[in-house]
């Protein structure tokens, strides 16, 4: 059964960037029928979309986010990895990584989440 | 792109049906068959419930179901159980290509 594994540093400072990957458990990642995405959910609120990205095509992000945000694939290591930059308190979050059909909605696997804090 | 308007509570007793509503605009919701929902318990991952509008996941209760006027989806659960208490988003696709949430839901199981 496909896992999805966040990991990364727990405590950023502000100003600094933000850098989480996400470890697939098998090779799908190098299948374009699948879009790989990463959502967030900051302390007590609701879920915001950053982003997402597909083998062979093209990355999409979160208007609000697109000046500090890059998603990108690593086939070889079978990971998908976010940085955001010039991090904030506001950037304070669970940050989740999950898989999306392409060409649907389908939201199908979800990782468990990592939680990154923005404090000095 | 504005987070789609979902109620912040809504309640029912056990055994009842209730429905979500989420509504955005022409720019979503109202241009899209992409539309999901996901549930989340405290503390928990989220679920994903319905996609495109209408359509469960296998191994998905046939007590959940999703549709779709206009600009508004909604996401219908009857037979209302404890254990749906829990926060539900719906998503969805927009015109420039991208995806935005709802601002979620409280469920409560009286």
């Known amino acids: 059964q496909l896992q999805l594994q966040e990991s990364g540093p727990g405590l950023v400072k502000p100003s600094e960037t933000l850098s989480l990957t996400c470890t697939v458990s098998?090779?799908?990642?190098?299948?374009?029928?699948?879009?790989w995405v990463w959502i967030r959910q900051p302390p007590g609120k609701g879920l915001e979309w950053i982003g997402n990205t597909y083998y062979g095509g093209t990355t999409q992000y979160n208007p609000s986010l697109k000046s500090r945000v890059t998603i990108s694939l690593d086939t070889s290591k079978s990971q998908v990895s976010l940085k955001l930059t010039s991090v904030t308190a506001a950037d304070t979050a669970v940050y989740f990584c999950?898989?999306?059909?392409?060409?649907?909605?389908?939201?199908?696997?979800w990782g468990k989440g990592t939680t990154v804090t923005v404090s000095s | 792109q504005s987070a789609l308007t979902q109620p912040a509570s809504v309640s029912g007793s056990p055994g009842q049906s209730i429905s979500i509503s989420c509504t955005g605009t022409?720019?979503?919701?109202?241009?899209?068959?992409?539309v999901s929902w996901c549930q989340q318990h405290p503390g928990k991952v989220p679920k994903l419930m319905i996609y495109d509008v209408s359509h469960r996941p296998s191994g998905v209760s046939d007590r959940f179901s999703g549709s779709k006027s206009g600009n508004t989806a909604s996401l219908t659960i009857s037979g209302l159980q404890a254990e749906d208490e829990a926060d539900y988003y719906c998503?969805?696709?927009?015109?420039?290509?991208?995806?935005?949430f709802g601002g979620g839901t409280r469920l409560t199981v009286l």
């Open positions: 998503l969805s696709y927009t015109t420039s290509k991208n995806w935005v």
């Open positions: 022409s720019s979503d919701v109202g241009n899209s068959d992409h």
């Open positions: 098998d090779d799908s990642i190098s299948r374009s029928t699948y879009s």
């Open positions: 999950a898989r999306r059909k392409r060409y649907t909605s389908n939201l199908d696997v």
